[in-house]
């Protein structure tokens, strides 16, 4: 099994690293600087010797191109979201608007987030990922549900816990790459099971155009506690 330390320690010795700053996209992340492997290691903590990496990149800030991902980061990332997303305001905020609005005013799969901007989504259907009204979508998924995505109705429906780098306009569904998993509701706007049987999202990527991994406080916070155990 892999633990913190053992993963940090295949990306460089502790004693090689030296000075940090933050990401001028993103203030929640660390980049700290490795003199013999000229690149910069990628952390939730500002400690280079402690938790486990997020990735590295020899350029500061991080591109699709550039940024090596550590994949066991990003599947300590998907477990937590799993764990806790029934739990975090935002998504709660989500699962409240299915049920006062039945879906009606969010389309098929809609989202909400605040502080959203406007731009084109594309379509989905069935229990995939992509964006609103109709389409195809990532594979490894849950998404909006073939039988009116947030529903209505009293249909259940699936709602998408998605990376805030790039949020989507009320009534949309985030791009694919932006979208960490779903969660499953039932016709009363409940996590189906407690849990909403969480399905995470293969297509997803921590580093997009957009910027770089962005998660709300409550799951950044529940992550950097899994990280300094």
């Keep these: 099994m892999l633990t913190c330390s053992s993963v940090r320690s295949r990306f460089a010795k502790p004693s090689l690293w030296r000075g940090f700053s933050t990401l001028p996209n993103n203030p929640h992340i660390y980049a700290h600087w490795s003199d013999s492997r000229r690149e910069y ?6 400690d280079a010797s402690s938790g486990m990496p997020i990735g590295s ?3 500061i800030p991080p591109t699709p191109d550039s940024f ?15 764990e806790h997303a029934v739990n975090d305001p935002d998504v709660q905020a989500q699962a409240a608007m299915y ?10 799969g809609g989202l909400f987030f605040p502080g959203q901007r406007r731009h084109k989504r594309r379509g989905e259907t069935g229990p995939k990922v992509a964006g609103g009204g109709g389409g195809s979508g990532g594979g490894g ?5 073939a039988q009116g995505g947030i529903g209505g109705a009293g249909r259940g429906g699936w709602i998408h816990v998605s990376d805030q780098r790039n949020p989507p306009d009320l009534g949309r569904v985030a791009w694919p790459e932006d979208i960490f998993g779903s969660l499953e509701l039932d016709g009363e706007g409940r996590f189906v099971d407690g849990t909403g049987r969480y399905q995470k999202n293969d297509t997803y990527r921590v580093v997009t155009k957009e910027g770089i991994l962005g998660l709300s406080p409550f799951l950044r916070k529940k992550l950097i506690e899994r990280l300094t155990k």
């Design 41 to 46: 290691n990628l952390s939730l903590l500002p």
């Design 57 to 59: 990149c020899p350029n």
């Design 68 to 82: 090596r991902e550590n994949n066991d980061f990003l599947q300590l990332v998907q477990r937590v979201i799993g």
């Design 99 to 108: 049920t006062s609005q039945a879906g009606a005013s969010l389309g098929s």
């Design 141 to 145: 998924a849950g998404g909006a549900s």
